[in-house]
């Protein structure tokens, strides 16, 4: 997700940090001056701290607790500002991009990894049944509503590199490994009621995946100077 950028330095913004393993990898090898972990979910912002502090970067990396709408920083205050698979849960994406922008010191760059939709409007079938399946506040958007959202918030370089086709593989081999070869030990520390559901959600979103309409993407887009 974050590709060759250089983050020796910079600041760092973690938007839907959960429990800070993405952070914490950041801060043990890309040598930033602070990474700034942010989370709606108290107890998630808890497990983040704590697994900070056991890799020895709590100088480095910080999490805190926020409530949903524009975060409570200065402008200009990260040189990065990045999230994986959380922005997924904002509706509102020009609200989104203008906030980002805005966090952005010229030149800094918003770099994410998240859930697009193939389609505009409403979600077929198919799709509701997965949305409904996994149960959670979805707010996904088009590739289209996106970039627009960018180009609206004065956001340039704007990139999509789609990646449809490699998690129609990984979601497989995800399913296949909990109704094969795992699904006797969960069974036995989840029940089968619970795997049987997560097998269930697999499959539904299998199903979208391959007549792609859900379209894991990796995003960029550049603050201009």
Not at 105 to 116: K, M, N, T
Request: net charge negative; proline share 4%; charged share 25%.
């Amino acid at each position: 997700m974050l590709g060759n950028k250089d983050l020796s330095q910079a600041t760092v913004l973690d938007i839907g940090c959960g429990i800070g393993g993405a952070a914490v990898h950041i801060a043990l090898t890309r040598q930033p001056s602070s990474i700034t972990g942010i989370d709606i979910e108290e107890n998630l912002v808890v497990l983040a701290t704590e697994l900070a502090e056991k890799n020895k970067v709590s100088a480095i990396c910080k999490f805190q607790q926020v409530e949903s709408g524009p975060l409570p920083f200065e402008p200009g205050s990260f040189d990065i500002v990045f999230s994986k698979d959380s922005i997924i849960h904002i509706a509102d994406k020009f609200a989104l991009a203008k906030d980002v922008y805005r966090l952005l010191s010229p030149d800094g760059w918003f770099l994410a990894s998240d859930w697009l939709c193939g389609y505009e409007g409403e979600p077929s079938p198919q799709m509701q049944a997965y949305i409904d399946a996994e149960g959670l506040d979805f707010g996904l958007a088009s590739a289209k509503t996106y970039r627009q959202a960018f180009e609206a918030a004065g956001f340039v370089d704007i990139e999509f590199e789609e990646r449809n086709a490699w998690y129609r593989i990984q979601a497989r081999v995800e399913r296949d490994n909990l109704a094969g070869p795992l699904y006797d030990e969960l069974v036995s520390r989840v029940g089968e009621d619970f795997l049987s559901r997560e097998i269930d959600v697999w499959n539904k979103m299998i199903n979208v995946l391959d007549s792609g309409e859900h379209r894991p993407t990796l995003l960029r887009a550049r603050k201009k100077l």
